[in-house]
């Protein structure tokens, strides 16, 4: 704003700082720093005071040309408070679109922040599909004979020796009590110690490996 923009100029040009203006005028130096700043404007008698100071037209502070022939309905002051009130309107202007920018602001900020949220939560689930190894499971078959009688058991486990799936024969099932292991290692030992120490026999009959799905 031109007014603020002379102030602050004329201001420099004698040699004052913003506090040393604002006791001469006695104001507080945030009046002069918004003046500068084309935040407010001085009323129409600081307006004449400064004009005063520093030996200027009024019409040099406002910027603009104060004809001097006045209408006889209007005094030199009328038309010194019609440029502030000008003035004044075009700062309420600048007050609404600067509310305006921050009630924007305020409203995109956590779209931004949400969209920044799932862009991120997105690379790492991409990240992770792309360097993810599926497991590798082992399927092992075993043969077991006691007293005559042949059992079968199946264990499907992982590289961690975890239990994917198990199941055979429910007699091999309920006198090993499979269900309580999850160590694949584990389970074979205890099938095999079974049949073993009652001189029967355990045979590993098949075992492969495959990537799932």
Not at 10 to 27: H, I, N, P, T
Not at 165 to 189: C, K, P, Q, R, S
Request: include cysteine.
């Amino acid at each position: 704003m031109m007014l603020g923009d002379n102030i602050k100029t004329l201001r420099k040009q004698r040699g004052l700082s913003q506090e040393m203006l604002a006791q001469q005028l006695g104001v507080v130096r945030q009046t002069v720093s918004k003046w500068e700043k084309g935040l407010s404007v001085p009323d129409a008698e600081l307006l004449n005071r400064l004009s005063e100071l520093w030996e200027v037209p009024v019409s040099t502070l406002l910027g603009s040309q104060v004809p001097e022939t006045l209408p006889d309905s209007m005094t030199r002051q009328d038309e010194i408070a019609q440029q502030l009130a000008i003035l004044n309107e075009q700062l309420a202007g600048q007050a609404v679109r600067r509310r305006q920018h921050r009630r924007w602001a305020v409203l995109c900020l956590p779209l931004a922040l949400l969209a920044a949220v799932f862009l991120y939560m997105g690379g790492v689930l991409l990240y992770r599909s792309l360097t993810e190894t599926p497991p590798v499971l082992t399927r092992t078959a075993v043969v077991c004979e006691l007293n005559g009688e042949t059992y079968r058991y199946e264990i499907i486990y992982d590289q961690n020796f975890q239990i994917r799936e198990a199941g055979g024969d429910a007699w091999l099932a309920n006198h090993v009590m499979t269900d309580a292991y999850d160590d694949a290692n584990m389970l074979l030992a205890q099938i095999e110690d079974y049949f073993v120490d009652r001189g029967g026999t355990f045979r590993i009959v098949s075992q492969d490996t495959s990537t799932a799905p």
